[in-house]
């Protein structure tokens, strides 16, 4: 502290100078692999075990709240059958007509060239 000078290290999604590439980024993802000193076929099995762990968490976690919401939800979906029929053939109405305003607008925009 005091007269030290102290290198800071950007946090990983604060703004940068100039964007960087995605081959810069892979380069640099897989470059840390060999300064690790770890080998290559180890750190495959490493991958493929911590992969299968994070699937099955997240699958678990997924699950124990679906079941929480799904009885929420579905008590909601009993009671408001025909509010959410309506919001959806509302939604539909909408959306085609946005296509068709759209679909009309470019074709008088051709017609006027």
Known sequence: IGDRNVTTVPWPLAPQSKPRSLSKTFCRTFST????GIAASRFAI???ISSVVWAALFCTVGYVFGLG???IVGQAL?????LLIAL???????????V????????ELRKGS
Request: proline share 0%; hydrophobic share 55%; aromatic share 8%.
């Open 33 to 36: 692999l060999s300064l690790s």
């Open 78 to 82: 009993a009671r408001h059958e025909r």
């Open 69 to 71: 919401a799904e009885r």
């Open 100 to 107: 068709a305003s759209h679909f009309f607008a470019k074709k």
């Open 88 to 98: 959806a053939i509302g939604l539909v109405v909408a959306i085609l007509g946005w």
């Open 46 to 48: 490493l991958n493929a």
